[in-house]
């Protein structure tokens, strides 16, 4: 079942929707439409209201590595941190959903697009790799951004 064009994020991503996971997003924040199949990642995206010319959003991708989680987060902290000078880890931890699903947290400061800003990525276990849930937000927001981010990843499921 295909999302509508844009949506607003007052229940979960579809169950059904074949996407292979589920979340309840925010309060506010808008699903957006749904990327073609042949897109380079086919999940939908889901928006912020615009602070201050910037729009934070959650992006989930799945992947499928050929290395351990371990490794596979150890890659990602290196590339980050090449990609960007400023780069600083505020928090690596372990993160559990609601349903019991087990996974890790990143936290971190960088600077994008002259923004200074606060980046959250999520690791979850799946059915045949990973999912990395990715989020970047105004740095000035920063922990009650934390908070309204680990509420809807706490609902995230795996169908």
Not at 54 to 81: C, G, R, Y
Not at 89 to 104: E, P, R, V, Y
Not at 123 to 146: H, I, M, Q
Request: a negative charge; one cysteine or more; charged letters at 15%.
């Amino acid at each position: 079942m295909p999302l509508p064009k844009a949506m607003a994020a007052e229940s979960a991503f579809p169950a059904n929707a074949g996407l292979g996971f589920s979340y309840t997003p925010p309060p506010g924040w808008i699903i957006q439409p749904m990327p073609p199949l042949n897109a380079p990642n086919p999940y939908p995206d889901c928006n912020a209201p615009n602070q201050d010319g910037f729009v934070p959003s959650i992006h989930v991708q799945s992947v499928t590595p050929a290395i351990t989680l371990e490794e596979f987060i150890d890659n990602f902290l290196k590339s980050a941190a090449k990609a960007s000078k400023d780069f600083k880890k505020i928090d690596q931890s372990n993160f559990a959903t609601d349903s019991g699903l087990d996974g890790t947290r990143i936290i971190f400061e960088t600077t994008g697009a002259g923004y200074p800003l606060r980046g959250y990525t999520y690791f979850f276990p799946g059915k045949t790799g990973l999912w990395v849930v990715s989020c970047y937000a105004l740095r000035e927001n920063g922990e009650s951004t934390d908070q309204v981010l680990d509420a809807a990843m706490k609902t995230f499921t795996v169908e």
